[in-house]
């Protein structure tokens, strides 16, 4: 059916042209917000203690952690005492991503990007837009990065979702509604 050869092609090239990304609110032993972006068909993945900023000025901290299954990114819910990273998981926001990685004026690679240290991407989510760079500070043992805003039209230091927007995008819930939902029952 030749129908049905062009819907897959179609949803192939979108699926390449629009990787995903996730920033999932997660109460473990302390309070982040796990940022991921999918990369050669995994998701890459940070984390950032203060969730991301709107703020140019603001500089977050991102802490470079294992990579994560495709899947993982709709995962919402209790990771039980005693598995590593116990405790509530939301959906904080999510949507696709443009890579807009430059070195010396060439277009780079998401992935060759993360090696060199920088990458640049504009983010189309439901509480968050506009573009950010993620640049790398500190590398070995205790490797870092910084998540920062970048100047565009997007930029809104006056808005704080981390505060303002502490829901689910997919469920409407807060953390505390999945503990008591989904925690031990
Ligand atoms: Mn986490």
Redesign the pocket.
Known sequence: MPGLDTQVDDRERVEQDHPIFVI?K?A?KTL?Y?FRLEVDGVLKSW?VPKGPSLSPEEKRLAVP?EDHPIEYAEFEGVIPEGSY?AGA?LVWDRGTYRNLTERRGEKTGVAEGLRQGHVSFWLDGTKIRGGYALTRFRTGKNEAWLLVKKNDDEADPGRNPVVSEPRSVISGRTIEEIEAEEGDR
């Open positions: 999932q997660h473990a982040h796990d984390t952690t990273g998981v």
